[in-house]
């Protein structure tokens, strides 16, 4: 079973810190089990020389849609998932009771009919638009922040602030948390040490969204397939790191799991799935420590950053975030773990 706590409202962030490398950060060394207060903008302090960061450039797509149903006027809430064809999309709809395959739904400038509703929470959706799609999503979607933060409604600010500065690969519909507290300052103090860094690309998915326990069978459900890619690039600057012994640290659990499912192979991976559930007793290949938020109490996130830590130390880390006062999930604080 995934790590429980009691997590009080009071310390879910709403807003990110400003300027976004202020945020606390709690470092966790493994070897003497010691837990150190300190801030992003001091990261390096606690890195070595020769460290390589790897940072995931996915960029977030404005996937959250408010419409109407044409039938009745009702109020239908879209979270976009994964383009299959052209104007065709996997999404999850609430409530998913009010609509069955044909129901029209209304948006600001186009609509979309439901062409599958499957059993699970997903259903497909067919658009019907008169501009691009790039176009539709930014004239009618908004930033997918989770529900936990202002009731899942995102304002202009969150299009700042639910993106990382590394930006570049559109595909997710949340965000690679971890990196958003990472500034152009910080990075440079990072160069400036001889801190290494890197990138690939995992597109985030609905798991964020989804209950960790199947409602169904009762068992815990897996993180769901990813899509990553690592370039021939990417792939020998990280097979150069750990020829020559030298650490790689993932900045966020994406990139963990993205790490660990390529995992030396040779060249260019593509496009990829991976279903990689990273859980107690995983053999780490890659990694060697994790950049990481805090997650929400029982989410599979935790098991992967108890895979690290140990459930004993995993609960110290958290007890002491709690007790002093740090902040929580996708715009809270962040801890270290080498």
Known sequence: EPYQYKLPDTQIAQRP????????????????????????????????????LVFNDTKVIPARLFGTKRSTGAAIEVLLLRALELNQW???????????????????????RVHEVHDGPEVILNFDLEV???????ESGVMPI???????????????????????????????TASLHFTDELMQQMQAKG???TFLTLHVGAASFLPVIDPVTGQLSSPGAEYYRISDAQSAVLMEAKKAKRRVIAVGTTVARALESWSGLSGDTGLNPTSLFIQPGHQWRVCDGLVTNFHQPGTTHLLLVEAL????????????????????????????IV
């Open 195 to 197: 801190i290494a860094s």
């Open 17 to 52: 810190c400003y300027p976004y490398h202020d945020a606390q950060l709690l470092v966790v060394r493994r070897d003497d089990r010691a837990l150190l207060k300190s801030t992003f903008i001091q990261l390096s302090d606690y890195l070595q020389a020769g460290d390589l």
């Open 90 to 112: 996997t999404a999850l709809i609430r409530p998913k009771k009010r609509v069955d395959i044909g129901t029209i739904i209304d948006f600001e400038s186009g609509s979309a």
């Open 146 to 176: 989770p529900p936990y933060i202002r009731k899942g409604r995102a304002d202009s600010k969150d299009k700042q602030d639910y993106q990382s500065r590394f930006a570049k690969t559109e595909g997710s519909v949340a965000a690679p």
């Open 132 to 138: 691009d799609f790039e176009v539709f999503l930014e």
């Open 309 to 336: 830590l140990g459930r004993s130390l995993l609960d110290e880390a958290y007890q002491y975030a709690l007790g002093s006062d740090f902040r929580f999930l996708s715009y809270g604080d962040g801890m270290c």
